[in-house]
T-cell receptor, first 114, second 114 residues
């Protein structure tokens, strides 16, 4: 059965620290990968896509390791506003890789403490 | 900007009532989805639709049905609401084709069945 696994946390991190979390996926045929951010009582929103070569957007860095089937998110110089739940999303777990192939992890809860 | 709008933010219904949750998107997306999100269980796919009048079961379709009479509107129907359907319901849409596409979510409907 398709699976996307994340440590639910919570991760309690002091402001300014660097924090990283991983997500593992079960199907080596998965084709695209994303991190979404969800604030309390709000809808998920795309944070960044994850490319094979890795990518960076300001303080956020995403990496993909296909051999070990995991993706990671690194947040540098964390801010209070980074407190949220981070959802790992994988597409292509179904054989057709179609629209139904979006599979969400359960999320990692991050709390940045002043 | 893509906008996905759900008809209600909060809803309280009685056990046995027929409940309609409406979702409208304004970007001409082919693909639309209904998820429910519960603590510790993450987002679970209920139903999705590739096109008008087309629908496919997701992971947890039992107790739900859907309707897609127009491209922009995807309705979730609880034929006879039960207390275990108390949840946050999220609608999403994506354009067709690419696996690297972003999913856009509505703001969510928090349904309580009493």
């Amino acid at each position: 059965r398709k699976e996307v696994e994340q440590d639910p946390g919570p991760f309690n991190v002091p402001e300014g620290a660097t924090v990283a979390f991983n997500c593992t996926y079960s199907n080596s045929a998965s084709q695209s990968f994303f991190w979404y951010r969800q604030d309390c009582r709000k809808e998920p929103k795309l944070l960044m896509s994850v490319y094979s070569s890795g990518n960076e957007d300001g303080r956020f860095t995403a990496q993909l390791n296909r051999a070990s089937q995991y993706i990671s998110l690194l947040i540098r110089d964390s801010k209070l506003s980074d407190s949220a739940t981070y959802l790992c999303v994988v597409n292509g777990l179904y054989s057709g890789g179609g629209a139904d192939g979006l599979t969400f992890g359960k999320g990692t809860h991050l709390i940045i403490q002043p | 900007d893509v906008k996905v709008t759900q008809s209600s933010r909060y809803l309280v219904k009685r056990t046995g009532e027929k409940v309609f949750l409406e979702c409208v998107q304004d970007m001409d997306h082919e693909n639309m989805f209904w998820y429910r999100q519960d603590p510790g269980l993450g987002l679970r796919l209920i139903y999705f639709s590739y096109d008008v009048k087309m629908k496919e079961k997701g992971d947890i379709p039992e107790g739900y049905s859907v309707s897609r009479e127009k491209k922009e509107r995807f309705s979730l129907i609880l034929e006879s609401a039960s207390t275990n359907q108390t949840s946050m319901y999220l609608c999403a849409s994506t354009p067709p084709g690419s696996l690297n596409t972003e999913a856009f979510f509505g703001q969510g409907t928090r349904l309580t069945v009493v």
